[in-house]
């Protein structure tokens, strides 16, 4: 019952918003069309700002894996991570997630056909990857696109709230299925 009207909202739920915002636009004499294309146009000149971001970030996650600094760190961190609940295998996940999302959900999808999916280490991934952030990704694209350069506490705030994600996903994990 509960399901059904859940996918029953979810069917409806982007053409009734943007009606909804289509509707509001026209009430107040806005030209939503021609709105639209200029933001549209601002989106696209924000996207060629940042791209020289991207390719910076990837060039770095491509060299941290093929370098074997990611496979040392694994081996350097497992004693800890094993004393937390942390399966050895889910480290590199925990690495990768603030680089890449990319990078990681290719991490869970290698711990879930290499354990299954019904497996701990597999699962945990994937609450980590539910609970934390690409967190240089986002903040290479974000700062770069309006020119920040001195990111103040932006950057350790955001690592701190991925290592509470990770711990938390860890505590998680092993409660409901340890």
Known sequence: MFQGIING?????????????IGHGW???VKVYEVFTEGAKE?????V???PFLVAILVAIGAFRSSGALDLLTGLLSPLTSWIGMPGEVIPMALMRPLSGSGAIGIVSELINTFGVESLPARMA????????????????YFGSVGVTKTRHALPAALMADLAGIIAAVVVTQMVFG
């Open 126 to 141: 994937a609450v980590m990857e539910g609970s934390t952030e690409t967190t240089f990704y986002i903040l290479a694209v």
């Open 9 to 21: 909202v979810s069917a409806v739920a982007i053409p009734i918003l943007m009606l909804a915002i």
């Open 49 to 51: 700002r940042i791209i």
């Open 27 to 29: 009430h107040k004499k």
């Open 43 to 47: 989106g696209f000149n924000v996207a």
